[in-house]
């Protein structure tokens, strides 16, 4: 009997230490990682919304430069191809077309940052109202 008391008693005192620190520390660290969450949430939510922002404008930038490029590149083509009077006054008047149509995308692309300048701030606003102690 004394025994199978002494292999027991280690599995005892272990489930005992377990239980112990279960109830006394669990709530402890249950409270501190919430804490911690609400702490670090408006951290991340900044990060996430910075980032979001960070892509926007650069799949921006990369479209408005390859629509550039190629606005350019077929006016390289079109000027290649100047041979007499007649194709220099057509090619001067597609040039016209062309800074008409280059002026309107940069109107557009402008309309596009505004666009995404607006939603990043009124994001942020969002946040930042959301994060304050006396709002939640």
């Known amino acids: 009997f004394i025994h199978a008391l ?3 008693a280690p599995i005892f005192i272990y489930k005992f230490i ?10 402890l660290f249950s409270n501190m990682n919430a804490q911690y969450k609400n702490v670090f949430e ?23 430069a390859r629509n550039y490029a ?5 006016q390289m083509f079109a000027n290649s191809e100047v041979k007499d009077m007649q194709s220099m006054v057509n ?7 062309t800074m008409n149509k280059l002026s309107q995308q940069m109107i557009e692309d402008g309309k596009k940052l505004a666009t995404l300048t607006t939603e990043f701030k ?8 959301e994060s304050m102690p006396n709002n939640k």
Request: one cysteine or more; aromatic letters at 14%; hydrophobic letters at 40%.
């Open 91 to 97: 090619c001067t008047t597609k040039q016209l077309e």
């Open 6 to 8: 002494n292999r027991a």
């Open 18 to 27: 377990y239980w112990s620190y279960t109830m006394l520390y669990g709530d």
């Open 42 to 64: 408006p951290y991340t939510k900044f990060n996430s919304l910075v980032a979001k922002n960070f892509a926007d404008l650069t799949n921006l930038q990369l479209e408005a």
């Open 122 to 129: 009124s994001e942020f606003e969002k946040l930042v109202s």
């Open 70 to 74: 190629n606005i350019g590149l077929a």
